[in-house]
């Protein structure tokens, strides 16, 4: 009986009842989220005092300064050139595949394609690294197919080249390419393809009516409608990539990442100025990014 006068309050107020039931997941984004976001910045502002080897919470830009230097820099490029290079080769590789799921494939085979490319996400994720880190291995099926078609020469001459290559390909940052890729490629595909399910069958007809030819009316009208889905999928890989520690870590090289380096500083040297530097960066950059993408109308369709 209690229960009825509070209803019917609830019920006679409705900003009072949406004020409440949006004010604890509102409470735990801003305290959670946006607090640990608040955290790292001000972090960043303290310094490490080089001789006690303790924080010194103090506001400076000390750490910025010794940030800005040529080491921590390589590592920034290195990682956003590599997050560049996932996330183009995932489109590359996603795009037909989510294009025949979404335009051409029956109902039967888009769900069997949507579990084949769903499945991988089911393992662990450490377990599908250190599994590229043997096929990629000197002694692994890569090396082995190269060697019995008789074209270990290639191999060895791309092993060779500078920066990518190395002593073998899952010491290198050609295996780390291709894990990165493997691991998030169904994170580029989903996206497509459901931008492309989206695409009236209308409008492609309608194009070829008017006496466009297939190659332009993917460009003019296709493409364009799945914009909004290659920038979704590319949000994901490029942040991912950028952030993660562990594929560098199991299959590179000692060149570090930004996400090594976050590790590195906050772990092992004890310098949680520093990583919370680093680890700043990457938000700036997609934040940068998301601005870009949504001046450029990617989010519009969405």
Not at 56 to 75: C, K, M, P, Q, S
Not at 127 to 143: D, F, N, P, Q, T
Not at 196 to 219: I, M, N, Y
Request: aromatic share 12%.
């Amino acid at each position: 009986m209690r229960r009825r006068p509070i209803a019917s309050f609830l019920f006679l107020h409705p900003r009072l009842t949406l004020a409440l039931l949006i004010l604890p997941p509102l409470l735990w984004i801003g305290v959670v989220y946006l607090g640990s976001i608040g955290t790292l910045v001000v972090q960043s502002l303290f310094r490490l005092d080089d001789f006690t080897g303790m924080v010194v919470r103090e506001f400076t830009f000390e750490t910025w300064r010794r940030f800005f230097t040529g080491a921590n820099l390589d590592i920034v490029r290195r990682t956003v050139a590599m997050a560049a290079c996932v996330t183009l080769a995932a489109v590359a590789l996603a795009f037909p595949v989510a294009y025949y799921m979404a335009r051409c494939a029956t109902a039967r085979l888009r769900a069997f394609l949507m579990l084949a490319v769903l499945l991988p996400l089911w393992s662990s994720y450490l377990v599908r690294v250190y599994a590229w880190k043997l096929i990629l291995a000197k002694e692994g099926v890569v090396s082995w197919v190269f060697d019995r078609a008789g074209l270990a020469g290639i191999l060895d001459g791309v092993l060779d080249l500078p920066l990518i290559g190395g002593p073998s390909l899952s010491v290198s940052w050609i295996g780390t390419f291709l894990a990165f890729t493997y691991v998030w490629l169904p994170y580029m595909i989903l996206p497509i393809e459901a931008a492309l399910e989206k695409v009236p069958e209308s409008l492609l007809e309608a194009s070829s009516d008017l006496g466009a030819r297939p190659r332009e009316t993917f460009r003019r009208v296709v493409l364009p409608l799945a914009f909004p889905g290659i920038v979704a999928g590319s949000i994901f890989t490029f942040s991912l990539t950028l952030g993660d520690f562990v594929v560098p870590g199991v299959l590179g090289n000692s060149s570090l990442f930004i996400g090594q380096a976050v590790l590195a500083h906050q772990g092992t040297a004890g310098n949680i100025p520093l990583a919370a530097a680093f680890t700043v960066v990457p938000m700036a950059i997609m934040g940068v990014y998301l601005l870009a993408a949504r001046r450029a109308g990617a989010f519009e369709a969405l």
